[in-house]
C-alpha cells in the first residue's frame, strides 16, 4: 500500500486532534519532533504532550482550509472554534522527515467572538 501524501498526513494530524487520537499522532511525529509557537520554543515531543495536547480538549472545531505542500514543509490555513466560542485562523508549517512530522511551527490569528474582534 502506498504511503499517504504529506497533505493526507497534514489532515490525518487535524483529525487526530479533533478525535483525540494520541495513537495517531504519536505514530505521525518523529522521536526527536520539536513544536514552536508564541508560547512554546522548539519543546520536545514529550513538553508537547504534557503541555499542548491537553489543551486540544478546549477546541470545538478545528478544520484545514487550505494545505500547501512546498518540498519537505507544508503549510497549513486553519481555522478553529473553542467551546467557548472564539474563533480564529491560525497558519502552521509542518516540516517532515520522510514520512512523519519533525516540526511544527504556530503562527496565531487574530481571535473573534459572534464576528467581534477579541484582543489577546
Not at 500500500?1 to 495513537?23: C, I, L, N, Q
Not at 467557548?84 to 485562523?89: M, P
Request: proline residues 5%.
Amino acid at each position: 500500500m502506498p504511503h499517504p501524501t504529506r497533505s493526507e498526513t497534514v489532515k490525518d494530524v487535524f483529525r487526530a486532534y479533533r478525535t483525540r487520537d494520541r495513537r495517531l499522532m504519536e505514530q505521525t511525529l518523529t522521536e526527536d519532533f520539536t513544536f514552536t509557537s508564541p508560547y512554546d520554543d522548539a519543546i520536545d515531543r514529550k513538553a508537547f504532550f504534557e503541555r499542548c495536547w491537553p489543551a486540544g480538549q478546549r477546541m470545538a472545531e478545528i478544520s484545514p482550509e487550505e494545505i500547501v505542500e512546498n518540498g519537505d514543509r507544508v503549510f497549513v490555513l486553519y481555522r478553529c472554534r473553542t467551546r467557548e466560542g472564539k474563533e480564529f485562523r491560525n497558519v502552521e508549517t509542518l516540516d517532515f522527515t520522510d514520512d512523519r512530522i519533525r516540526a511544527v511551527n504556530v503562527y496565531f490569528g487574530a481571535a473573534y467572538i459572534d464576528g467581534v474582534f477579541q484582543p489577546s
